[in-house]
């Protein structure tokens, strides 16, 4: 259900933006040449909600629990002094998201919407390259991450993480939602670098 409401924020957000840019109509261009508008479409999306949903019950619900509370405990103990706590975001950070947290976002889409994991990957390595994407990741994670492996209770880690989380769909809804013929800025813009401002 979070997953789902996150997308659906950040599509709600999309129509929001296109309207008041005066976006809000569909230039199609006819056979014989001449041009039709017709009312951009306000539905959501019921698919990538559905890839939303997909990925945050398999992956942020299941694969974290085992991971931060039975995988990383045999890795790097269950210490939460600070050397403890640097390996844990360090493996978190450097391996375990760039390599397995994000991308499987963009598989559970193609998943869905059924179209190469190839594209899946190609979708991902464009925004991390040119939207972001993991800029906005850690400048949003490793400060959670930190506090969550230091000062959340172990029992209490994957439901903390998933509060968190909430927020973060709707950046990664945003950015992965984003039709990639199109030119406008529906982004999570940075806006002294580290404050994420979703509303432009």
Known sequence: IKAATADFIAQRRHFRKRRERGEDLDVVINSDGSLTTTEASTKLDFRRNLAYVVYGAFYQGLFLELSYNHIFPLLFGTGADWLSVIKKVTFEMVFQSPVLTLPIAYLSKALIFRYP????????????????????????????????????????????????????MIILSAISGKKRTDDDDDECDLIDGSTCNIDG
């Open 117 to 168: 994991f190839s594209e899946a990957i190609r979708r991902y390595v464009d925004d991390v390259k040119n939207h972001k994407l993991l800029l906005k990741y850690y400048t949003l994670w490793v400060p959670v991450m930190f506090f969550a492996f230091r000062v959340v209770p172990d029992h209490f880690r994957v439901t903390f993480c998933a509060s968190v989380s909430f927020f973060w």
